[in-house]
T-cell receptor, first 113, second 116 residues
Framework: GNSVTQMEGPVTLSEEAFLTINCTYTATGYPSLFWYVQYPGEGLQLLLKATKADDKGSNKGFEATYRKETTSFHLGKGSVQVSDSAVYFC????????????FGTGTSLTVIP | GAGVSQSPSNKVTEKGKDVELRCDPISGHTALYWYRQSLGQGLEFLIYFQGNSAPDKSGLPSDRFSAERTGGSVSTLTIQRTQQEDSAVYLC??????????????FGPGTRLTVT
């Protein structure tokens, strides 16, 4: 079946530190991969996505590369800011299983000045 | 344009009562999803609609949960005889494309349900 496993939090970093949040997946077909972000008090919003192997999604300084060989989609940012404090969710969708999205459990990130 | 809206934003109910949660998707979005987010947990898929039909109801936790969608637009999630374990934030999302391979989901702000 399909599933997403992501790094457990919470993660606390100092401003300008390097961030990596690990995400690995299991899929029966050829999934698309997503990172969603939930800022405090707000709804989930798409951060970035990649629809095929070796694609790199990027947005707001965040990047993630779709690695089929390692079934991974790790999220990274070179220099985090206080405003990046949020919960990050890795997700996949697999056209072979319809439209269901599979979300990881979320990783809480707190960036301190 | 307007995003996904949900109502009410907060609902407190007594154990055993029925509740209805409403979702208004983005106009023109054909797919609609319901999720549940419990404190400290990830997103739990409940059900999705393709138009007015629900091909996948596998995520509904029990027969106390039901959902419908009318006119390919508004959806209502109904929980009968609520239990304390139903307390959670219920999220609705919609997407334009049916093919999950490129269909971004747009989320509403959620309804926080508290069962006392």
């Amino acid at each position: 079946g399909n599933s997403v496993t992501q790094m457990e939090g919470p993660v606390t970093l100092s401003e300008e530190a390097f961030l990596t949040i690990n995400c690995t997946y299991t899929a029966t077909g050829y999934p698309s991969l997503f990172w969603y972000v939930q800022y405090p008090g707000e709804g989930l919003q798409l951060l970035l996505k990649a629809t095929k192997a070796d694609d790199k999604g990027s947005n707001k300084g965040f990047e993630a590369t779709y690695r089929k060989e390692t079934t991974s989609f790790h999220l990274g940012k070179g220099s985090v800011q206080v405003s990046d404090s949020a919960v990050y969710f890795c997700a996949l969708s697999d056209a072979n299983t319809g439209n269901q999205f599979y979300f990881g459990t979320g990783t809480s990130l707190t960036v301190i000045p | 344009g307007a995003g996904v809206s949900q109502s009410p934003s907060n609902k407190v109910t007594e154990k055993g009562k029925d509740v209805e949660l409403r979702c208004d998707p983005i106009s023109g979005h054909t797919a609609l999803y319901w999720y549940r987010q419990s404190l400290g947990q990830g997103l739990e898929f409940l059900i999705y609609f393709q138009g007015n039909s629900a091909p996948d109801k596998s995520g509904l936790p029990s027969d106390r949960f039901s959902a419908e969608r009318t006119g390919g637009s508004v959806s209502t999630l109904t929980i009968q005889r609520t239990q304390q374990e139903d307390s959670a934030v219920y999220l609705c999302a919609s997407s334009y494309d049916l093919a999950g391979s490129y269909g971004e989901q747009y989320f509403g702000p959620g309804t926080r349900l508290t069962v006392t």
